[in-house]
Protein backbone atom coordinates (compact mmCIF):
# COMPACT_ATOMS: atom_id res chain seq x y z
CA UNK A 1 0.00 0.00 0.00
CA UNK A 2 0.89 3.33 -1.06
CA UNK A 3 2.63 6.13 1.59
CA UNK A 4 1.81 9.60 0.51
CA UNK A 5 3.41 12.34 1.69
CA UNK A 6 3.01 16.00 1.56
CA UNK A 7 5.28 18.07 -1.63
CA UNK A 8 7.02 20.70 -0.19
CA UNK A 9 9.69 23.08 -2.51
CA UNK A 10 10.06 20.23 -4.94
CA UNK A 11 10.27 16.99 -2.70
CA UNK A 12 7.81 14.34 -1.12
CA UNK A 13 8.57 14.64 2.56
CA UNK A 14 6.53 13.13 5.76
CA UNK A 15 5.50 15.09 8.71
CA UNK A 16 8.12 16.23 10.86
CA UNK A 17 5.81 14.20 13.49
CA UNK A 18 5.61 11.27 11.36
CA UNK A 19 2.17 10.99 12.65
CA UNK A 20 -0.05 9.43 9.70
CA UNK A 21 -4.22 8.71 9.05
CA UNK A 22 -5.83 5.77 6.94
CA UNK A 23 -7.64 6.76 4.39
CA UNK A 24 -10.89 4.37 4.19
CA UNK A 25 -13.14 3.26 1.27
CA UNK A 26 -16.73 4.43 2.45
CA UNK A 27 -18.22 1.51 0.23
CA UNK A 28 -17.08 -1.02 2.85
CA UNK A 29 -14.30 0.85 5.59
CA UNK A 30 -11.45 -0.90 4.15
CA UNK A 31 -8.68 0.76 4.08
CA UNK A 32 -6.76 2.02 0.66
CA UNK A 33 -4.08 4.34 1.58
CA UNK A 34 -2.43 5.77 4.33
CA UNK A 35 -1.11 9.39 4.40
CA UNK A 36 1.80 11.37 6.53
CA UNK A 37 -0.70 14.05 8.68
CA UNK A 38 0.75 17.02 8.94
CA UNK A 39 0.60 20.15 11.61
CA UNK A 40 1.15 24.10 12.05
CA UNK A 41 5.07 23.14 11.48
CA UNK A 42 4.65 20.99 8.43
CA UNK A 43 2.33 24.45 6.85
CA UNK A 44 4.93 26.92 7.88
CA UNK A 45 7.39 25.15 5.90
CA UNK A 46 5.05 25.28 3.13
CA UNK A 47 4.22 28.40 3.47
CA UNK A 48 8.12 28.92 3.76
CA UNK A 49 8.62 27.24 0.47
CA UNK A 50 6.02 29.04 -1.48
CA UNK A 51 6.71 32.72 -0.10
CA UNK A 52 11.06 32.18 -1.31
CA UNK A 53 9.52 31.11 -4.47
CA UNK A 54 7.20 34.03 -5.16
CA UNK A 55 9.48 36.64 -4.19
CA UNK A 56 12.20 35.20 -6.14
CA UNK A 57 9.84 36.04 -9.25
CA UNK A 58 11.06 32.86 -11.06
CA UNK A 59 7.13 31.95 -11.64
CA UNK A 60 5.70 35.61 -12.16
CA UNK A 61 8.12 36.70 -14.17
CA UNK A 62 7.90 32.94 -16.32
CA UNK A 63 6.21 33.95 -19.72
CA UNK A 64 2.61 34.25 -19.95
CA UNK A 65 2.51 31.79 -22.55
CA UNK A 66 5.15 29.49 -21.02
CA UNK A 67 2.75 29.21 -17.47
CA UNK A 68 0.27 28.61 -19.79
CA UNK A 69 1.46 26.23 -22.02
CA UNK A 70 2.66 24.09 -18.49
CA UNK A 71 -0.86 24.39 -17.48
CA UNK A 72 -2.00 23.01 -20.66
CA UNK A 73 0.44 20.13 -20.00
CA UNK A 74 -1.12 19.40 -16.71
CA UNK A 75 -4.23 18.96 -18.80
CA UNK A 76 -2.90 16.34 -21.01
CA UNK A 77 -1.56 14.45 -18.29
CA UNK A 78 -4.92 14.64 -16.56
CA UNK A 79 -6.25 13.36 -19.97
CA UNK A 80 -3.76 10.62 -20.35
CA UNK A 81 -4.60 9.10 -16.66
CA UNK A 82 -8.27 10.28 -16.44
CA UNK A 83 -8.50 6.15 -15.76
CA UNK A 84 -6.58 5.64 -12.83
CA UNK A 85 -7.78 8.51 -11.11
CA UNK A 86 -11.73 7.97 -11.63
CA UNK A 87 -10.91 4.80 -10.25
CA UNK A 88 -9.09 6.15 -6.91
CA UNK A 89 -11.93 8.83 -6.80
CA UNK A 90 -14.55 6.41 -6.62
CA UNK A 91 -12.65 4.69 -3.84
CA UNK A 92 -11.81 7.49 -1.96
CA UNK A 93 -14.88 9.40 -2.03
CA UNK A 94 -17.85 6.22 -2.98
CA UNK A 95 -19.53 8.07 -5.82
CA UNK A 96 -19.61 5.72 -8.97
CA UNK A 97 -16.70 5.21 -11.61
CA UNK A 98 -18.75 6.96 -14.53
CA UNK A 99 -19.66 9.85 -12.56
CA UNK A 100 -15.58 10.16 -11.42
CA UNK A 101 -15.07 10.03 -15.29
CA UNK A 102 -17.18 12.86 -15.43
CA UNK A 103 -15.56 14.57 -13.01
CA UNK A 104 -11.76 13.84 -14.85
CA UNK A 105 -12.96 15.01 -18.25
CA UNK A 106 -14.35 18.74 -16.57
CA UNK A 107 -11.25 18.35 -14.65
CA UNK A 108 -9.17 18.89 -17.67
CA UNK A 109 -11.11 21.20 -19.41
CA UNK A 110 -10.41 23.46 -16.38
CA UNK A 111 -6.94 23.23 -17.01
CA UNK A 112 -7.49 23.64 -21.11
CA UNK A 113 -9.65 27.11 -20.22
CA UNK A 114 -7.09 28.54 -17.73
CA UNK A 115 -3.70 27.57 -20.31
CA UNK A 116 -5.80 29.23 -23.40
CA UNK A 117 -6.42 32.46 -21.39
CA UNK A 118 -3.16 32.81 -19.54
CA UNK A 119 -1.55 35.56 -22.15
CA UNK A 120 -5.58 37.14 -23.23
CA UNK A 121 -4.88 39.38 -20.26
CA UNK A 122 -1.86 41.79 -20.54
CA UNK A 123 -3.20 45.14 -19.30
CA UNK A 124 -5.07 48.29 -21.08
CA UNK A 125 -3.89 51.95 -21.96
CA UNK A 126 -6.54 54.04 -20.32
CA UNK A 127 -7.07 57.76 -22.21
CA UNK A 128 -5.72 59.88 -19.81
CA UNK A 129 -7.14 63.60 -19.63
CA UNK A 130 -3.98 64.79 -18.91
CA UNK A 131 -1.50 65.51 -21.72
CA UNK A 132 1.61 64.02 -21.95
CA UNK A 133 0.88 61.26 -20.14
CA UNK A 134 0.75 57.46 -19.86
CA UNK A 135 -1.68 55.26 -18.28
CA UNK A 136 -1.66 51.76 -18.16
CA UNK A 137 -3.63 49.27 -15.94
CA UNK A 138 -2.06 45.83 -15.11
CA UNK A 139 -2.75 42.49 -13.85
CA UNK A 140 -0.19 41.22 -11.28
CA UNK A 141 -0.83 37.78 -9.24
CA UNK A 142 -1.21 38.31 -5.86
CA UNK A 143 1.02 36.23 -4.49
CA UNK A 144 1.03 33.09 -1.94
CA UNK A 145 -2.45 31.63 -1.91
CA UNK A 146 -3.70 29.39 0.41
CA UNK A 147 -5.91 26.42 -0.79
CA UNK A 148 -8.62 24.36 0.96
CA UNK A 149 -10.77 22.01 -0.68
CA UNK A 150 -13.39 19.69 0.35
CA UNK A 151 -14.31 16.40 0.66
CA UNK A 152 -17.18 15.99 -1.73
CA UNK A 153 -15.60 16.82 -4.97
CA UNK A 154 -11.78 16.75 -4.26
CA UNK A 155 -10.34 16.69 -7.29
CA UNK A 156 -12.51 18.87 -9.22
CA UNK A 157 -12.51 21.21 -6.54
CA UNK A 158 -8.85 21.66 -6.82
CA UNK A 159 -8.74 21.99 -10.30
CA UNK A 160 -10.98 25.57 -9.84
CA UNK A 161 -8.31 26.87 -7.66
CA UNK A 162 -4.98 25.34 -9.10
CA UNK A 163 -5.44 26.12 -12.93
CA UNK A 164 -6.27 30.05 -12.19
CA UNK A 165 -3.54 30.42 -9.27
CA UNK A 166 -0.66 28.86 -11.69
CA UNK A 167 -1.67 31.00 -15.11
CA UNK A 168 -1.60 34.28 -12.85
CA UNK A 169 1.70 33.56 -11.64
CA UNK A 170 1.00 33.01 -8.39
CA UNK A 171 2.88 30.34 -5.66
CA UNK A 172 0.56 28.25 -3.69
CA UNK A 173 -0.50 25.60 -0.79
CA UNK A 174 -2.93 23.54 -1.25
CA UNK A 175 -4.56 21.52 1.86
CA UNK A 176 -7.34 18.78 0.18
CA UNK A 177 -9.55 17.20 2.75
CA UNK A 178 -8.21 15.18 4.80
CA UNK A 179 -10.32 12.14 4.28
CA UNK A 180 -10.26 12.53 0.54
CA UNK A 181 -6.76 13.59 -0.64
CA UNK A 182 -5.88 10.59 -3.39
CA UNK A 183 -6.27 12.35 -6.36
CA UNK A 184 -5.06 15.38 -5.30
CA UNK A 185 -1.95 13.92 -4.67
CA UNK A 186 -1.83 12.37 -7.85
CA UNK A 187 -2.44 15.76 -9.73
CA UNK A 188 0.72 17.04 -7.74
CA UNK A 189 3.03 14.02 -9.53
CA UNK A 190 1.27 15.36 -12.44
CA UNK A 191 2.11 18.76 -12.19
CA UNK A 192 5.75 17.67 -10.68
CA UNK A 193 5.75 15.83 -14.38
CA UNK A 194 4.74 18.58 -16.29
CA UNK A 195 7.61 20.76 -14.68
CA UNK A 196 6.29 23.09 -12.63
CA UNK A 197 9.21 24.62 -10.86
CA UNK A 198 9.88 24.01 -6.89
CA UNK A 199 7.96 26.03 -4.84
CA UNK A 200 5.49 27.29 -6.74
CA UNK A 201 3.30 24.30 -5.93
CA UNK A 202 3.43 22.78 -2.04
CA UNK A 203 0.70 20.58 -0.82
CA UNK A 204 0.20 19.35 2.91
CA UNK A 205 -2.06 16.77 4.01
CA UNK A 206 -3.34 17.09 7.32
CA UNK A 207 -6.87 18.45 9.76
CA UNK A 208 -8.44 22.04 8.92
CA UNK A 209 -7.98 22.61 12.73
CA UNK A 210 -4.15 23.39 12.52
CA UNK A 211 -3.25 23.09 8.55
CA UNK A 212 -6.15 25.37 7.70
CA UNK A 213 -6.18 27.07 10.56
CA UNK A 214 -2.17 27.75 9.97
CA UNK A 215 -2.95 28.84 6.58
CA UNK A 216 -5.74 31.10 7.28
CA UNK A 217 -3.97 33.14 9.82
CA UNK A 218 -0.09 33.01 8.93
CA UNK A 219 0.44 36.43 7.89
CA UNK A 220 3.08 35.59 4.82
CA UNK A 221 -0.27 34.27 2.62
CA UNK A 222 -1.99 36.73 0.84
CA UNK A 223 -4.96 35.09 -0.44
CA UNK A 224 -7.06 32.32 1.08
CA UNK A 225 -9.21 30.24 -1.11
CA UNK A 226 -11.85 27.83 0.77
CA UNK A 227 -14.59 25.64 -0.47
CA UNK A 228 -16.87 24.06 2.54
CA UNK A 229 -19.17 24.87 5.23
CA UNK A 230 -20.40 28.25 6.50
CA UNK A 231 -18.82 27.80 9.99
CA UNK A 232 -15.43 26.75 9.17
CA UNK A 233 -15.50 29.94 6.36
CA UNK A 234 -16.16 32.56 9.06
CA UNK A 235 -13.72 31.20 11.16
CA UNK A 236 -11.12 31.59 8.19
CA UNK A 237 -12.88 34.91 7.42
CA UNK A 238 -11.59 35.87 11.13
CA UNK A 239 -7.99 34.28 11.07
CA UNK A 240 -7.50 36.24 7.47
CA UNK A 241 -8.01 39.51 9.02
CA UNK A 242 -4.65 38.91 10.77
CA UNK A 243 -2.80 40.64 7.73
CA UNK A 244 -6.09 41.76 5.73
CA UNK A 245 -5.28 38.63 3.42
CA UNK A 246 -7.42 38.31 0.15
CA UNK A 247 -10.58 36.07 0.62
CA UNK A 248 -12.69 33.55 -2.06
CA UNK A 249 -15.15 31.42 -0.37
CA UNK A 250 -17.39 29.06 -1.54
CA UNK A 251 -19.96 27.78 1.05
CA UNK A 252 -22.59 25.65 0.29
CA UNK A 253 -26.43 25.78 -0.71
CA UNK A 254 -29.55 25.21 0.26
CA UNK A 255 -30.80 25.08 -3.36
CA UNK A 256 -34.70 25.52 -5.15
CA UNK A 257 -35.66 23.78 -7.38
CA UNK A 258 -39.17 25.82 -8.47
CA UNK A 259 -41.79 23.44 -10.59
CA UNK A 260 -44.45 25.30 -12.47
CA UNK A 261 -47.16 23.45 -13.87
CA UNK A 262 -46.75 24.36 -17.09
CA UNK A 263 -43.22 22.91 -16.91
CA UNK A 264 -42.92 19.58 -19.11
CA UNK A 265 -43.70 17.33 -16.74
CA UNK A 266 -42.02 13.83 -17.07
CA UNK A 267 -38.63 16.08 -17.55
CA UNK A 268 -39.02 18.48 -14.36
CA UNK A 269 -39.65 14.98 -12.25
CA UNK A 270 -36.44 13.42 -13.94
CA UNK A 271 -34.09 16.66 -13.70
CA UNK A 272 -35.63 16.86 -10.05
CA UNK A 273 -33.83 13.39 -9.70
CA UNK A 274 -30.38 14.23 -10.98
CA UNK A 275 -30.67 17.67 -8.73
CA UNK A 276 -30.37 15.48 -6.01
CA UNK A 277 -29.41 12.20 -5.55
CA UNK A 278 -25.94 11.99 -8.00
CA UNK A 279 -23.06 11.52 -5.40
CA UNK A 280 -26.04 11.12 -2.58
CA UNK A 281 -26.96 14.72 -3.15
CA UNK A 282 -23.36 15.74 -1.46
CA UNK A 283 -22.84 18.60 -3.46
CA UNK A 284 -23.26 22.18 -2.97
CA UNK A 285 -25.56 23.18 -5.50
CA UNK A 286 -28.05 19.95 -5.13
CA UNK A 287 -31.37 21.08 -5.53
CA UNK A 288 -32.54 19.61 -2.34
CA UNK A 289 -35.92 22.32 -1.77
CA UNK A 290 -38.40 21.49 -4.41
CA UNK A 291 -40.96 23.85 -4.85
CA UNK A 292 -43.96 22.68 -6.53
CA UNK A 293 -47.23 24.64 -7.74
CA UNK A 294 -50.02 23.58 -5.84
CA UNK A 295 -51.98 21.71 -8.54
CA UNK A 296 -49.39 19.80 -9.93
CA UNK A 297 -48.08 18.56 -6.42
CA UNK A 298 -49.68 15.37 -5.85
CA UNK A 299 -49.59 14.20 -9.21
CA UNK A 300 -45.56 14.97 -9.15
CA UNK A 301 -44.67 13.73 -5.92
CA UNK A 302 -46.57 10.42 -7.23
CA UNK A 303 -44.32 9.93 -10.00
CA UNK A 304 -41.42 11.16 -8.33
CA UNK A 305 -41.53 8.73 -5.45
CA UNK A 306 -42.12 5.77 -8.18
CA UNK A 307 -38.48 6.50 -9.53
CA UNK A 308 -36.89 7.50 -6.11
CA UNK A 309 -38.05 3.62 -5.27
CA UNK A 310 -35.66 2.17 -8.02
CA UNK A 311 -32.49 4.26 -7.31
CA UNK A 312 -29.77 1.28 -7.18
CA UNK A 313 -27.44 2.00 -4.01
CA UNK A 314 -24.23 0.36 -4.46
CA UNK A 315 -20.62 -0.11 -4.72
CA UNK A 316 -19.08 2.24 -6.98
CA UNK A 317 -17.43 0.21 -9.42
CA UNK A 318 -20.56 -1.87 -10.32
CA UNK A 319 -22.45 -0.64 -13.32
CA UNK A 320 -25.88 -1.18 -12.42
CA UNK A 321 -25.38 1.20 -9.40
CA UNK A 322 -26.90 4.67 -9.49
CA UNK A 323 -25.81 6.02 -6.21
CA UNK A 324 -23.18 5.59 -3.43
CA UNK A 325 -22.19 5.10 -0.19
CA UNK A 326 -22.30 8.84 2.01
CA UNK A 327 -18.63 9.95 2.48
CA UNK A 328 -18.09 8.50 6.65
CA UNK A 329 -20.05 7.33 9.52
CA UNK A 330 -19.73 10.75 11.19
CA UNK A 331 -21.52 12.47 7.88
CA UNK A 332 -24.03 9.67 7.96
CA UNK A 333 -25.27 10.25 11.48
CA UNK A 334 -25.85 14.12 10.55
CA UNK A 335 -27.72 13.36 7.58
CA UNK A 336 -30.06 10.84 9.83
CA UNK A 337 -30.24 13.25 12.29
CA UNK A 338 -31.60 16.06 9.96
CA UNK A 339 -34.43 13.42 8.89
CA UNK A 340 -35.40 13.03 12.31
CA UNK A 341 -35.63 16.57 12.61
CA UNK A 342 -37.70 16.97 9.99
CA UNK A 343 -40.01 14.19 10.86
CA UNK A 344 -40.66 15.62 14.51
CA UNK A 345 -41.15 19.34 12.45
CA UNK A 346 -44.33 17.95 10.88
CA UNK A 347 -42.27 16.83 7.94
CA UNK A 348 -43.66 13.15 5.82
CA UNK A 349 -41.29 10.20 4.57
CA UNK A 350 -42.67 9.82 1.13
CA UNK A 351 -40.18 7.98 0.55
CA UNK A 352 -36.71 6.68 2.12
CA UNK A 353 -36.16 8.10 5.75
CA UNK A 354 -33.61 5.37 6.77
CA UNK A 355 -30.82 3.02 6.36
CA UNK A 356 -31.25 0.31 3.86
CA UNK A 357 -31.41 -3.35 4.93
CA UNK A 358 -29.83 -4.94 2.30
CA UNK A 359 -27.03 -6.53 4.18
CA UNK A 360 -24.45 -6.27 1.07
CA UNK A 361 -24.51 -2.57 2.25
CA UNK A 362 -24.14 -2.80 5.91
CA UNK A 363 -20.38 -2.23 5.65
CA UNK A 364 -21.27 1.10 3.71
CA UNK A 365 -22.20 4.37 5.24
CA UNK A 366 -25.73 4.28 2.81
CA UNK A 367 -28.86 6.02 3.44
CA UNK A 368 -31.80 5.55 1.18
CA UNK A 369 -32.92 8.62 -1.30
CA UNK A 370 -35.53 10.35 0.49
CA UNK A 371 -38.03 12.69 -0.13
CA UNK A 372 -39.63 14.99 2.70
CA UNK A 373 -43.21 16.52 1.85
CA UNK A 374 -45.39 18.67 3.48
CA UNK A 375 -42.33 20.76 4.62
CA UNK A 376 -42.38 24.45 5.36
CA UNK A 377 -39.93 27.30 5.89
CA UNK A 378 -39.42 27.87 9.10
CA UNK A 379 -38.03 23.68 9.16
CA UNK A 380 -34.65 23.23 9.98
CA UNK A 381 -34.49 20.39 7.46
CA UNK A 382 -35.31 22.87 4.85
CA UNK A 383 -33.26 26.21 6.11
CA UNK A 384 -29.98 24.27 6.40
CA UNK A 385 -27.60 22.01 4.57
CA UNK A 386 -28.16 18.64 5.17
CA UNK A 387 -25.73 17.58 2.48
CA UNK A 388 -27.55 14.50 1.68
CA UNK A 389 -29.66 12.29 -0.73
CA UNK A 390 -33.17 14.35 0.99
CA UNK A 391 -35.59 16.33 -1.00
CA UNK A 392 -38.13 18.43 1.13
CA UNK A 393 -41.29 19.67 -0.92
CA UNK A 394 -42.49 22.89 -0.48
CA UNK A 395 -46.03 24.41 -2.53
CA UNK A 396 -46.94 27.24 -3.80
CA UNK A 397 -50.15 29.30 -5.56
CA UNK A 398 -48.77 32.06 -7.25
CA UNK A 399 -45.17 33.02 -9.03
CA UNK A 400 -44.51 35.51 -6.41
CA UNK A 401 -44.57 33.04 -3.80
CA UNK A 402 -42.72 30.92 -5.31
CA UNK A 403 -39.88 33.59 -5.30
CA UNK A 404 -40.81 34.52 -2.17
CA UNK A 405 -40.12 30.60 -0.91
CA UNK A 406 -37.16 30.54 -2.41
CA UNK A 407 -35.43 33.64 -1.64
CA UNK A 408 -36.02 32.64 1.79
CA UNK A 409 -32.66 31.32 3.29
CA UNK A 410 -29.11 32.39 4.46
CA UNK A 411 -27.62 30.74 1.08
CA UNK A 412 -27.61 32.11 -1.88
CA UNK A 413 -25.34 29.48 -4.28
CA UNK A 414 -27.87 28.32 -6.80
CA UNK A 415 -31.52 27.72 -7.73
CA UNK A 416 -33.83 26.70 -10.99
CA UNK A 417 -36.62 27.55 -12.65
CA UNK A 418 -39.07 24.97 -14.88
CA UNK A 419 -41.67 26.54 -17.01
CA UNK A 420 -42.29 27.04 -20.79
CA UNK A 421 -43.33 30.02 -20.37
CA UNK A 422 -40.04 32.27 -21.09
CA UNK A 423 -41.12 35.32 -19.87
CA UNK A 424 -42.73 33.90 -16.41
CA UNK A 425 -39.15 32.41 -16.46
CA UNK A 426 -37.28 35.78 -16.76
CA UNK A 427 -39.27 37.24 -14.18
CA UNK A 428 -38.33 34.54 -11.86
CA UNK A 429 -34.50 34.76 -12.48
CA UNK A 430 -34.31 38.50 -11.64
CA UNK A 431 -35.81 38.76 -8.28
CA UNK A 432 -33.74 35.13 -7.22
CA UNK A 433 -30.98 36.04 -5.36
CA UNK A 434 -28.52 33.29 -6.16
CA UNK A 435 -25.26 32.98 -8.30
CA UNK A 436 -26.31 30.17 -10.83
CA UNK A 437 -29.94 30.48 -11.78
CA UNK A 438 -30.74 27.81 -14.68
CA UNK A 439 -34.19 27.93 -16.77
CA UNK A 440 -35.11 24.03 -17.07
CA UNK A 441 -32.29 22.89 -16.33
CA UNK A 442 -30.55 22.06 -13.07
CA UNK A 443 -26.44 21.18 -11.51
CA UNK A 444 -25.34 22.24 -15.32
CA UNK A 445 -21.88 24.20 -14.83
CA UNK A 446 -19.01 24.75 -17.32
CA UNK A 447 -15.43 26.26 -16.88
CA UNK A 448 -16.60 29.48 -19.03
CA UNK A 449 -18.65 30.86 -16.64
CA UNK A 450 -18.52 31.96 -13.02
CA UNK A 451 -19.16 30.30 -9.92
CA UNK A 452 -20.10 31.45 -6.84
CA UNK A 453 -23.16 32.41 -4.57
CA UNK A 454 -25.01 35.52 -2.41
CA UNK A 455 -25.32 36.42 1.00
CA UNK A 456 -23.88 33.21 3.19
CA UNK A 457 -22.98 31.28 0.06
CA UNK A 458 -19.61 33.02 -0.32
CA UNK A 459 -17.30 35.76 -1.29
CA UNK A 460 -15.89 35.85 -5.00
CA UNK A 461 -16.45 33.66 -7.53
CA UNK A 462 -14.65 30.81 -9.45
CA UNK A 463 -14.62 29.57 -12.46
CA UNK A 464 -14.62 31.57 -15.85
CA UNK A 465 -12.13 35.06 -16.32
CA UNK A 466 -13.75 36.37 -12.97
CA UNK A 467 -12.05 33.06 -11.55
CA UNK A 468 -8.12 34.30 -12.55
CA UNK A 469 -8.85 37.87 -11.37
CA UNK A 470 -9.30 36.32 -7.76
CA UNK A 471 -5.61 35.78 -7.88
CA UNK A 472 -4.58 38.53 -10.02
CA UNK A 473 -3.85 42.52 -8.65
CA UNK A 474 -5.06 45.35 -10.59
CA UNK A 475 -1.92 48.04 -10.70
CA UNK A 476 -2.52 51.18 -12.24
CA UNK A 477 0.79 52.68 -13.67
CA UNK A 478 1.05 56.19 -14.56
CA UNK A 479 3.61 58.05 -16.67
CA UNK A 480 4.19 61.95 -17.45
CA UNK A 481 6.46 61.88 -20.33
CA UNK A 482 7.18 65.73 -19.88
CA UNK A 483 7.89 65.97 -16.31
CA UNK A 484 8.03 69.58 -14.53
CA UNK A 485 8.36 71.69 -11.69
CA UNK A 486 5.41 72.94 -9.74
CA UNK A 487 7.40 75.44 -7.25
CA UNK A 488 4.68 74.94 -5.14
CA UNK A 489 7.06 75.11 -2.14
Known amino acids: MDFKKNYINGEWVASHSNATRDIINPFNQEIIATVT ?3 ETDTKAAINAAREAFDSGKWAATPATERGHIVHIIAELIERDKEELAKLESLDTGKTVEESRGDMEDIAGVFRYYAQLADKNGGEIIDSPIPNTISKVVHEPVGVCGQITPWNYPLLQASWKLAPALVAGNTLIMKPSEITPLTTVKVFE ?45 KIMQAASANVKNIALELGGKNPNIIFADADFDTAVDQALNAVYFHAGQICSAGTRLIVEETIHDKFIEKLVQRVENIKLGSGFDKNTQMGPLISEEHLNKVIHYVETGKQEGATVAVGGKRPNNQALQQGFFYLPTVLTNCTTEMHVVQEEGFGPVITVETFQTEAEAITLANDS ?25 GTVWINEFNLYFPHAPWGGFKQSGIGRELGKAGLEEYQETKHIFQNLKPEAMNWF
Open 37 to 39: ESD
Open 190 to 234: LMEEAGVPSGVINLILGPGESVGAELSANEEVDLISFTGGIATGK
Open 410 to 434: IYGLSGGVWTNDIAKAERCVAKMRM
